[in-house]
């Protein structure tokens, strides 16, 4: 099974079926059925400067895609240079562990280094080992400067 990735293009019709369809399968996984309605997003994300998605295909079935990634420009006060923050990683469950979010990822770091982006950051649950395992074999480590630290993603929710 051969994987294309292709940056989204949030007006296109067949990427706005792919990417709503993909992330209503994420809030589902993620909220059960309080989830919110993400027919809109890809309006919200194509007026947001900094955001860009990846759409995964199958060479089996161009007209369904079985993974996205959504992403967020950032800037690295210490590097001086813009970064890519991986925001969301979804891959189907028929095609998890075929190398889909490997391929994502490699399409992710190209956009990043044709921007001049000095890194690419991504947070991930401690228990979502299936994922951790997938960002290793790509690359992703703890923190340098502080191997022996986990960096904690604290949050407040603004109403």
């Known amino acids: 099974m051969k994987i294309s990735v292709h940056r989204v293009d949030y007006q296109n019709d067949l990427h706005r079926e792919c990417f709503i369809r993909l992330m209503d399968e994420y809030a589902k996984f993620e909220l059960g059925n309080d989830r919110p309605d993400v027919r ?4 919200q994300l194509d007026e947001f400067p900094t955001a860009f998605s990846v759409l995964a295909f199958t060479d089996v079935d161009l007209r369904h895609a079985v993974g996205l990634v959504n992403c967020l420009f950032g800037f690295s006060t210490f590097m001086r240079k813009q970064l890519v923050n991986i925001h969301d990683v ?3 469950d028929s095609h998890r562990g ?3 979010v490997a391929e994502m ?4 770091e190209v956009i990043a280094r044709e921007a001049g982006c000095c890194r690419l950051t991504l947070e991930v649950y401690e228990d979502n080992q299936p ?3 997938a960002y290793a074999k790509y690359g992703f480590t703890g923190d340098p400067v ?3 630290v986990n ?3 604290l949050r407040k929710t603004l109403e």
């Open 40 to 43: 809109s997003l890809p309006d």
């Open 90 to 92: 979804i891959v189907t």
């Open 98 to 100: 075929r190398g889909v």
């Open 105 to 108: 990822l490699a399409k992710v």
């Open 131 to 133: 994922a951790r395992r």
């Open 146 to 148: 502080h191997p022996d």
């Open 151 to 153: 960096t904690l993603f």
